[in-house]
């Protein structure tokens, strides 16, 4: 796909620039997330209680946070190098859609955890018109 005249992906310091802000706003976020554990009681009570939790779940948490983070991290850089942000945001809602789904039916069947999952089949036809709307829209 070319982006029109003018308009192309950043050049190579907007990526340095991206990762600056990436990281920036990451720490910033564990930073504030510490003081307010730090000043409330209650959350460091709770913080101390996580020694006593299984592993597996606190593996499964570090699992998903790390997900999370590389989630945030591959959304900042598509909105910072492709040229229209209403595709990417259109990309993500529509990957969220598919993996939300994904989750939902893998907690309940293989985990036995969860609500049941209705309506699979409209769920999938719906990610598939997404994602055929967006390919037709970059090409």
């Known amino acids: 796909v070319t982006a029109p005249p003018g ?3 950043p050049p190579a310091d907007g990526h ?3 990762v600056r802000f990436f ?3 990451r720490a910033g976020n564990g930073a504030i997330c510490a003081g307010i554990f730090a000043a409330a009681p209650g959350l460091r009570q709770q913080a ?3 020694f006593s939790v299984d592993r597996r779940y606190l593996l499964a948490a570090v699992a998903g946070e790390c997900l999370s983070l ?3 991290g591959l959304v900042t850089f598509s909105y910072a190098t492709f040229y229209e942000p209403s595709v990417v945001n259109a990309a993500e ?3 969220q859609q598919l993996f939300n789904l994904l989750f939902a039916l893998a907690s309940r069947h293989l985990l036995g955890y969860g609500r049941e999952v209705d309506q699979v089949n409209t769920k999938v036809v719906s990610f ?3 994602a055929s709307g ?3 829209s970059t090409v």
């Open 7 to 9: 308009e192309g992906a």
């Open 16 to 18: 340095s620039a991206t």
């Open 23 to 25: 990281l920036a706003s």
């Open 48 to 50: 101390a209680g996580l």
């Open 70 to 72: 590389l989630g945030v």
């Open 93 to 95: 809602g529509g990957l």
């Open 128 to 130: 598939v018109l997404v």
């Open 134 to 136: 967006l390919v037709l």
